[in-house]
């Protein structure tokens, strides 16, 4: 065979890798319509609000992305079925779809069409990496983002009035799967995770909560969210013997992972986040993902008041299973939509001090945010693989149970303080009143002493007029 | 020490997966001087065949054998079609148009047919159907299936049929004739576009072949697996010297050798400041490497410049 020359060989290497970067970064979008809104009729003001929303449409995490966009538009749609009326004008809700390929690049790259889209209010995105960077687009055009399922911490604690999340994050989840794993008799861990601002943020968060729990991170692995192998790391983890590996990152690498663990004969016992907490993990790790443990912010939708009947109305829509944060979105939306409607206006400006104010009672949870945005009850539970089924644990550590531990303490505190005071005030009062008594008895006895006095004066007086009566007569 | 083992056999397997990949691209590459882009995406295709034709078959009762059996023959089929219908639509109208042109619709191919296997087969992950043995071995500690083995095989087998293939066989020669020089060849009576059709229904099939062990091995498809697959395997014919089929097979095996020990031992060499994350970059400082020394691969011939 022939080989071209070395020149057009290597140039032809630089053109091919150049165009497969492009390629990689630029698929096609898919278009969303984005109709102006429709003229309004003079009798009936109609206005049209645009809800962008933001996720994977393409690549590995396609079909969380879809779940997330289904959700949100399940929500739309019932916005619309119920005819919200906002100003004086019929409300009508469109969902504006964009594709992030989870790639921040991307991710900044649509927020910016969004924004020129002029929506109204966004929801997403999916990755905590493609929704900080995002974020600040957002906040620097005003326009309030609602994340469902964007954990890392960093993206409330930026400091914008815009950045909103519903769902716990993962300072919670982090110590709330450290101190499981503890619990769980766990000695050692080896810690993987994907490199993304989601996987990488819940391993610090995890590794920090292990450690102070007393356990001894034995290896620190990385993979990224694409690969589909992960021998090369697994049989170094397996060297070490660690007792359970944790890893940070989404089931599309979970499944593959944990069922290579098998096959390299390691005991090791897996535990994972929200991102591996899904049915398509177990699908992809077959019989190895059975007894493993995963967690997942707020509680089990079969537990909660509405879950059943959203679960139902999902999959009855779409002919699909609830993959993962479909839930959290709907109620992302409708956080967003009752915003408007207590303002009475969809301008971003004059509904986004409302959106902070949330009371909702959502699917997942009764949502109000903190100062920053983040969920102020943010439970998390822990689930086990268990029969190709997601199997309720327990819940644990979570904002919720935390802050109510700490109000019941202070309020113990407080009652215990109110008890001393009330004795104390009683010693006091009891003080007082004796010798206010002491007081008084001496006080009467004076007077009675006086009484007497006068008495006996009085008579004297008598005796000494009834003397000179005599005297007279 | 069973470690070092665990991980040459890693490496091995992955190697040679990324070697019958590369293969593919080299027989092109080879004959006509162009980098079918669309290659990975024919291995997505063979993965995503096989799940639906074995995994229906399954269903209705065959035994696991006939079912797997039949999976493998239709992806060839079917993978075989698609590399005719590539060079047909996609290349031989660009067959004297300037380098970069068929580059271009190369690519463009490529992201064509993710799109149409993400609407026929979804965006969710496909998890392929059990239909390779599951055996398992333990040798000096370290553990490998027979699955591992078998893709082994299959790539050294598929390498050595290859060759027989070009440097045996009549086809073989007017292979060779073309990729010297195609106006002579024809002037010889090769006709020129049946051997390259040839060249791109051949190296489609080996697509399809290496699509089943893919999925095999790992046991899950997706409608974008074939495009990280793909820049490795064109990155492992490189290393070997593109257009070399036993350069192919080296750098296939170089490069998954390379990677599994960079993961493995990246941390413990700079003493944690790099960790397994680099393990890309560990292989293509060696590409990097070899390049600078050996400008066309391992066991790429050098060739002089010619007008």
Not at chain 1, 46 to 69: C, R, S, W, Y
Not at chain 2, 45 to 65: D, F, N, Q, R
Request: include cysteine; hydrophobic fraction near 45%.
């Amino acid at each position: 065979m022939r080989f071209v020359p070395l020149k057009l060989s290597l140039s032809a290497l630089a053109v091919c890798s150049a165009f497969a970067l492009t390629a990689c970064g630029q698929k096609e979008e898919p278009k969303a319509a984005a109709p102006a809104a429709a003229p309004a009729p003079a009798a009936k003001p109609e206005i049209t609000v645009k809800i962008g929303h933001a996720a994977p449409m393409t690549g590995p995490q396609a079909h969380l992305g879809k779940d997330n966009e289904n959700g949100a538009r399940l929500a739309i749609e019932d916005l619309n079925a119920k005819g919200l009326e906002i100003g004086g004008a019929k409300v009508k809700f469109e969902l504006l779809g964009e594709d992030d390929q989870a790639d921040p690049k991307q991710g900044t790259i649509v927020a910016q069409k969004l924004i020129d889209a002029k929506v109204n209010g966004v929801i997403g995105h999916l990755n905590s990496g493609t929704t900080i960077p995002a974020s600040k687009l957002y906040a620097d055009a005003g326009i309030p983002q609602i994340s469902g399922s964007a954990t890392n911490p960093k993206y409330t604690q930026q400091g914008f009035a815009t950045a909103f999340r519903v769902m716990a994050n993962d300072v919670q989840q982090g110590k709330a799967l450290g101190e499981f794993a503890s619990k769980q008799g766990v000695k050692t861990v080896a810690i993987v995770d994907d490199r993304t601002a989601y996987g990488q943020g819940l391993a610090d968060e995890f590794r920090k909560s292990a450690e102070a729990a007393g356990l001894k991170v034995v290896a620190s692995e990385y993979t990224n969210d694409k690969a589909t192998d992960f021998k090369a790391i697994l049989t170094k983890i397996k060297s070490t013997k660690a007792d359970l590996v944790f890893y940070g990152g989404m089931d599309a690498q979970g499944g593959p992972m944990v069922k290579q663990m098998k096959e390299l004969g390691i005991k090791a016992r897996f535990l994972g986040g929200d991102g591996v907490c899904t049915p398509e993990f177990m699908k992809l790790g077959g019989d190895a993902s059975e007894g493993n443990f995963c967690s997942l912010p707020g509680m089990p939708l079969e537990k909660l008041a509405k879950g059943p009947g959203f679960k139902e109305a999902f999959s009855k829509k779409f002919n699909a299973e609830i993959q993962l944060y479909a839930p959290y979105l709907y109620d992302a939306v409708m956080v967003m939509a009752e915003a408007m409607k207590r303002a009475n206006s969809v301008e971003p400006a004059k509904y986004l001090p409302e959106v902070g104010k949330t009371k909702h009672d959502g699917v997942t949870a009764l949502i109000e945010f903190d100062e920053k945005g983040d969920l102020k009850s943010g439970a998390i539970s822990l689930y086990q693989y268990k029969g190709g089924k997601l199997d309720y644990v327990e819940t644990l550590g979570g904002g919720a149970v935390a802050t109510a531990k700490a109000e019941v303490k202070e309020a113990v505190a407080e009652v215990k303080e109110a008890a001393k005071a009330v004795g104390e005030a009683a010693k006091e009062v009891a003080k007082e009143g004796v010798k206010a008594g002491a007081e008084a008895v001496k006080a009467g006895a004076e007077a009675a002493k006086e009484g007497v006095k006068s008495g006996a004066e009085a008579v004297k007086g008598a005796a000494d007029a009834a003397k000179a009566a005599v005297d007279k007569k | 020490m069973e470690i070092l083992l665990q991980q040459l056999i890693n490496g091995l397997v992955q190697g040679s997966i990324y070697a019958l990949v590369a293969l593919g691209y080299t027989m092109v590459y080879g004959i006509m001087g162009l980098i079918n882009f669309a290659h990975g995406e024919v291995v997505m295709i063979g993965t995503l065949v096989t799940i639906s034709v074995a995994g229906l078959l399954l269903k209705l009762g065959l035994p696991v054998a006939l079912a797997g059996g039949a999976g493998l023959l239709a992806a060839v089929a079917v993978c075989m079609a698609l590399g005719w219908g590539l060079e047909r639509i996609a290349y031989r109208p660009l067959r004297n148009a300037p380098r970069l042109t068929p580059l271009i619709t190369a690519i463009g191919m490529s992201i064509v047919l993710q799109n149409v296997a993400m609407l026929v087969w979804g965006r969710n992950y496909l998890t392929f159907p059990a239909i390779a043995p599951k055996a398992q071995f333990e040798f000096a500690g370290a553990s490998f299936t027979a699955v591992q083995v078998m893709i082994v095989l299959v790539s050294a087998l598929t390498m050595a049929g290859l060759l027989v293939l070009i440097y045996r066989t009549r086809l073989g020669m007017a292979m060779r004739a073309t990729s010297q020089n195609p106006q002579v060849a024809s002037l010889m009576g090769v006709n020129v576009n049946r051997v390259i059709a040839a060249a791109f229904v051949i190296g489609s099939a080996l697509g399809a072949v290496a699509g089943v062990m893919v999925g095999s091995y790992y046991e899950i498809a997706h409608y974008q697996m074939g495009f990280m697959l793909g820049l490795k395997a064109f990155t492992a014919a490189v290393l070997g010297g593109i257009g070399n089929l036993a350069g192919a097979m080296a750098g296939g095996v170089l490069l998954g050798i390379i990677e599994a020990l960079g993961a493995g031992y990246i941390g413990d060499l700079t003493g944690g400041f790099l960790g397994s994350h680099y393990q890309d970059i560990f292989a293509f400082i060696v590409l990097i490497g070899v390049l600078m020394f050996r400008p066309s691969g391992l066991f790429g011939e050098k060739t002089g410049d010619r007008a």
